[in-house]
Protein backbone atom coordinates (compact mmCIF):
# COMPACT_ATOMS: atom_id res chain seq x y z
CA UNK A 1 0.00 0.00 0.00
CA UNK A 2 1.10 3.49 -0.83
CA UNK A 3 1.01 6.23 2.24
CA UNK A 4 1.57 9.64 2.57
CA UNK A 5 2.43 10.48 6.03
CA UNK A 6 2.82 14.59 7.13
CA UNK A 7 3.74 13.86 10.83
CA UNK A 8 3.10 17.74 12.16
CA UNK A 9 -0.68 18.39 12.54
CA UNK A 10 0.17 21.73 13.76
CA UNK A 11 3.02 24.52 12.85
CA UNK A 12 3.25 27.95 13.83
CA UNK A 13 5.17 30.76 12.17
CA UNK A 14 5.79 34.35 12.93
CA UNK A 15 5.60 36.62 9.80
CA UNK A 16 8.27 36.54 7.93
CA UNK A 17 10.14 34.00 9.32
CA UNK A 18 10.47 30.85 7.74
CA UNK A 19 8.81 27.14 8.18
CA UNK A 20 9.00 23.87 7.04
CA UNK A 21 6.45 21.55 6.49
CA UNK A 22 7.44 17.53 6.70
CA UNK A 23 6.78 14.70 4.77
CA UNK A 24 7.09 11.08 3.91
CA UNK A 25 5.79 8.80 1.61
CA UNK A 26 6.04 4.97 0.84
CA UNK A 27 6.04 3.41 -2.70
CA UNK A 28 8.02 0.39 -4.46
CA UNK A 29 7.85 2.58 -7.44
CA UNK A 30 10.43 4.86 -9.29
CA UNK A 31 8.16 6.77 -10.89
CA UNK A 32 5.84 9.03 -9.25
CA UNK A 33 4.66 12.66 -8.44
CA UNK A 34 4.84 14.63 -5.23
CA UNK A 35 2.44 17.99 -4.95
CA UNK A 36 1.43 20.29 -1.77
CA UNK A 37 -1.69 21.67 -1.77
CA UNK A 38 -2.82 24.10 0.28
CA UNK A 39 -6.48 24.88 1.72
CA UNK A 40 -7.00 28.32 3.32
CA UNK A 41 -10.51 28.57 5.20
CA UNK A 42 -12.67 29.25 2.29
CA UNK A 43 -11.43 25.44 1.58
CA UNK A 44 -11.12 25.80 -1.97
CA UNK A 45 -7.69 22.85 -2.69
CA UNK A 46 -4.66 25.26 -4.05
CA UNK A 47 -1.70 23.78 -5.75
CA UNK A 48 1.16 24.64 -4.50
CA UNK A 49 4.48 23.20 -6.17
CA UNK A 50 4.79 19.86 -7.43
CA UNK A 51 8.05 17.51 -8.11
CA UNK A 52 8.75 14.56 -10.36
CA UNK A 53 10.75 12.07 -9.11
CA UNK A 54 13.23 11.81 -11.82
CA UNK A 55 14.32 15.06 -11.20
CA UNK A 56 16.71 16.00 -8.83
CA UNK A 57 16.73 19.51 -8.68
CA UNK A 58 13.95 20.72 -5.88
CA UNK A 59 11.64 22.41 -7.29
CA UNK A 60 10.96 26.12 -6.36
CA UNK A 61 8.13 28.39 -6.53
CA UNK A 62 8.66 32.17 -5.23
CA UNK A 63 8.55 31.72 -1.49
CA UNK A 64 7.12 28.20 -1.59
CA UNK A 65 10.31 25.14 -2.35
CA UNK A 66 10.72 21.68 -1.43
CA UNK A 67 13.25 19.64 -0.04
CA UNK A 68 13.05 16.29 -2.43
CA UNK A 69 15.18 13.63 -1.06
CA UNK A 70 13.87 10.30 -3.14
CA UNK A 71 16.48 7.75 -1.18
CA UNK A 72 15.16 9.00 2.24
CA UNK A 73 11.72 8.93 0.47
CA UNK A 74 10.95 12.67 2.48
CA UNK A 75 9.52 15.52 0.36
CA UNK A 76 9.28 18.74 2.83
CA UNK A 77 8.11 22.16 2.01
CA UNK A 78 9.95 24.98 2.73
CA UNK A 79 7.97 28.84 3.15
CA UNK A 80 10.27 31.65 3.20
CA UNK A 81 9.30 34.82 4.09
CA UNK A 82 5.56 33.87 6.16
CA UNK A 83 2.96 35.92 4.97
CA UNK A 84 -0.31 35.94 6.97
CA UNK A 85 -2.60 34.41 3.82
CA UNK A 86 -0.06 31.89 4.01
CA UNK A 87 -2.71 30.69 7.02
CA UNK A 88 -3.86 27.33 6.41
CA UNK A 89 -4.00 23.19 6.15
CA UNK A 90 -1.13 22.15 3.52
CA UNK A 91 -1.71 18.55 1.91
CA UNK A 92 0.71 16.51 1.01
CA UNK A 93 -0.04 14.07 -2.09
CA UNK A 94 1.50 11.04 -4.33
CA UNK A 95 0.81 9.72 -7.86
CA UNK A 96 1.54 7.16 -10.19
CA UNK A 97 0.26 4.65 -12.16
CA UNK A 98 -0.57 2.30 -8.83
CA UNK A 99 -2.60 4.56 -7.38
CA UNK A 100 -4.57 4.74 -10.96
CA UNK A 101 -2.99 8.20 -10.68
CA UNK A 102 -5.68 9.43 -8.00
CA UNK A 103 -3.82 11.70 -5.57
CA UNK A 104 -3.28 9.93 -2.51
CA UNK A 105 -3.02 12.95 0.26
CA UNK A 106 -1.15 13.08 3.73
CA UNK A 107 -3.27 13.80 6.78
CA UNK A 108 -2.44 17.21 6.53
CA UNK A 109 -0.29 20.36 8.47
CA UNK A 110 -2.38 22.94 9.76
CA UNK A 111 -0.01 26.41 9.69
CA UNK A 112 -0.41 29.17 11.84
CA UNK A 113 0.83 32.57 11.43
CA UNK A 114 1.16 35.12 13.83
CA UNK A 115 1.84 38.60 13.44
CA UNK B 1 -14.76 32.00 -15.53
CA UNK B 2 -14.97 29.10 -12.70
CA UNK B 3 -12.76 26.29 -13.38
CA UNK B 4 -14.36 23.72 -12.42
CA UNK B 5 -17.63 24.34 -10.37
CA UNK B 6 -19.89 22.46 -8.01
CA UNK B 7 -23.41 23.13 -7.29
CA UNK B 8 -24.36 23.50 -4.42
CA UNK B 9 -21.93 24.73 -2.14
CA UNK B 10 -23.54 23.58 0.98
CA UNK B 11 -26.65 20.99 1.30
CA UNK B 12 -28.09 20.14 4.29
CA UNK B 13 -30.90 17.34 4.28
CA UNK B 14 -32.76 14.86 6.33
CA UNK B 15 -31.52 11.35 6.82
CA UNK B 16 -32.75 8.97 4.17
CA UNK B 17 -33.24 11.89 1.32
CA UNK B 18 -31.78 11.24 -1.85
CA UNK B 19 -29.46 13.89 -3.37
CA UNK B 20 -27.36 15.01 -6.43
CA UNK B 21 -24.06 17.00 -6.32
CA UNK B 22 -22.90 18.61 -10.17
CA UNK B 23 -19.94 18.88 -11.26
CA UNK B 24 -18.63 20.94 -14.28
CA UNK B 25 -15.31 21.75 -15.89
CA UNK B 26 -14.62 24.15 -18.40
CA UNK B 27 -11.14 23.11 -19.18
CA UNK B 28 -11.24 20.89 -21.38
CA UNK B 29 -9.85 17.80 -19.10
CA UNK B 30 -10.13 14.34 -19.87
CA UNK B 31 -10.48 13.17 -16.31
CA UNK B 32 -12.53 14.04 -13.43
CA UNK B 33 -12.90 12.72 -9.57
CA UNK B 34 -14.91 12.86 -6.75
CA UNK B 35 -13.23 13.29 -3.20
CA UNK B 36 -14.84 13.16 0.21
CA UNK B 37 -12.86 15.18 2.97
CA UNK B 38 -13.85 13.92 6.27
CA UNK B 39 -14.69 15.95 9.47
CA UNK B 40 -10.44 15.54 10.10
CA UNK B 41 -9.92 16.68 7.40
CA UNK B 42 -8.62 13.89 5.39
CA UNK B 43 -9.06 13.97 1.79
CA UNK B 44 -10.04 10.35 -0.22
CA UNK B 45 -10.78 9.31 -3.52
CA UNK B 46 -14.01 7.90 -4.00
CA UNK B 47 -14.18 7.84 -8.52
CA UNK B 48 -12.54 8.86 -11.72
CA UNK B 49 -14.36 9.13 -14.47
CA UNK B 50 -12.08 9.29 -17.82
CA UNK B 51 -13.91 10.78 -20.88
CA UNK B 52 -17.14 9.53 -19.22
CA UNK B 53 -15.63 6.18 -18.75
CA UNK B 54 -15.29 4.92 -15.01
CA UNK B 55 -11.52 4.07 -14.38
CA UNK B 56 -11.32 4.38 -10.07
CA UNK B 57 -14.16 3.03 -7.98
CA UNK B 58 -12.50 2.84 -4.33
CA UNK B 59 -14.70 1.30 -1.84
CA UNK B 60 -17.98 3.36 -1.44
CA UNK B 61 -20.92 2.17 -0.42
CA UNK B 62 -23.33 1.32 -3.11
CA UNK B 63 -25.55 4.48 -2.31
CA UNK B 64 -22.89 6.69 -3.92
CA UNK B 65 -23.19 6.73 -7.80
CA UNK B 66 -21.95 8.79 -10.00
CA UNK B 67 -23.04 9.48 -13.18
CA UNK B 68 -20.93 11.65 -16.53
CA UNK B 69 -23.12 12.46 -19.43
CA UNK B 70 -20.25 14.21 -21.17
CA UNK B 71 -16.36 14.62 -20.15
CA UNK B 72 -16.94 17.86 -19.25
CA UNK B 73 -19.60 16.90 -16.34
CA UNK B 74 -19.43 14.59 -13.03
CA UNK B 75 -22.36 14.54 -11.19
CA UNK B 76 -23.04 12.26 -8.17
CA UNK B 77 -25.94 11.06 -7.05
CA UNK B 78 -26.11 9.84 -3.20
CA UNK B 79 -29.09 7.46 -1.85
CA UNK B 80 -31.14 7.08 1.37
CA UNK B 81 -28.23 9.88 3.10
CA UNK B 82 -27.21 8.62 6.40
CA UNK B 83 -25.30 10.38 8.76
CA UNK B 84 -21.71 9.48 8.24
CA UNK B 85 -22.28 10.83 4.97
CA UNK B 86 -21.89 14.31 5.87
CA UNK B 87 -18.96 15.49 5.07
CA UNK B 88 -17.23 18.38 2.27
CA UNK B 89 -17.27 16.71 -1.06
CA UNK B 90 -14.67 17.65 -3.72
CA UNK B 91 -14.82 17.59 -7.86
CA UNK B 92 -11.61 17.75 -9.17
CA UNK B 93 -10.69 17.69 -12.98
CA UNK B 94 -6.46 16.72 -14.89
CA UNK B 95 -5.24 16.54 -18.54
CA UNK B 96 -2.12 15.89 -17.57
CA UNK B 97 -2.23 13.91 -14.43
CA UNK B 98 1.17 13.96 -13.31
CA UNK B 99 0.43 17.93 -13.43
CA UNK B 100 -2.10 17.99 -10.58
CA UNK B 101 -5.70 18.35 -10.29
CA UNK B 102 -7.82 21.37 -10.63
CA UNK B 103 -10.23 21.59 -7.84
CA UNK B 104 -14.10 22.78 -7.38
CA UNK B 105 -14.35 24.88 -4.32
CA UNK B 106 -16.34 21.79 -2.45
CA UNK B 107 -19.85 21.24 -1.34
CA UNK B 108 -20.29 20.99 2.09
CA UNK B 109 -22.70 18.01 3.04
CA UNK B 110 -24.56 18.12 6.25
CA UNK B 111 -27.13 15.35 6.77
CA UNK B 112 -28.96 15.90 9.73
Known amino acids: AQTVTQSQPEMSVQEAETVTLSCTYD???????LFWYKQPPSRQMILVIRQEAYKQQNATENRFSVNFQKAAKSFSLKISDSQLGDAAMYFC????????????FGKGTSLLVTP | DTAVSQTPKYLVTQMGNDKSIKCEQN?????MYWYKQDSKKFLKIMFSYNNKELIINETVPNRFSPKSPDKAHLNLHINSLELGDSAVYFC???????????FGSGTRLTVV
Open chain 1, 27 to 33: TSESDYY
Open chain 2, 92 to 102: ASSQITYRGYT
Open chain 1, 93 to 104: AFINSNSGYALN
Open chain 2, 27 to 31: LGHDT
